[in-house]
Nanobody
Framework: QVQLTESGGDSVQAGGSLRLSCVTSGDTDSRNCMGWFRQVPGKEREGIVVIHPSSNTTYYHASVKGRFTVSQDNAKATLYLQMNSLKPEDPAMYYC????????????????????WGQGTQVTVSS
């Protein structure tokens, strides 16, 4: 079992920055592939970035590449998402996810591959 708890969501102006945190606990092996996703009402949950923590390999969605950065603090068992240059299209509920996947499977992981999810944290961007 894995527990994921997100925080850091807030309301910011376009162009601003936020850092989201995902505190993890539970089975370490079940967290060897992690990801950040977001969802707006009426739309499917979309992937932002997937990370294979042990190799620190990351895979970013094109819409956030260059603006968002994922990082990890193993001592704190926390995954971060640094979001810069926020745009009016970025508001959503942001979720952290985890699943025990191989590095190869993690590189191609999509929403349906993840079985552990946090409760989400809301990000709002005003123009």
């Amino acid at each position: 079992q894995v527990q994921l708890t997100e925080s850091g969501g807030d309301s910011v102006q376009a162009g601003g920055s936020l850092r989201l945190s995902c505190v993890t606990s539970g089975d370490t092996d079940s967290r060897n592939c992690m990801g950040w996703f977001r969802q707006v009402p009426g739309k499917e949950r979309e992937g932002i970035v997937v990370i294979h923590p042990s190799s620190n390999t990351t895979y970013y969605h094109a819409s956030v590449k260059g603006r968002f950065t994922v990082s990890q603090d193993n001592a704190k068992a926390t995954l971060y998402l640094q979001m810069n240059s926020l745009k009016p299209e970025d508001p959503a509920m942001y979720y952290c996810a985890a699943e025990p996947l191989s590095e190869l499977d993690c590189s191609a992981a999509t929403r349906s591959d993840f079985g552990y999810w946090g409760q989400g944290t809301q990000v709002t961007v005003s123009s």
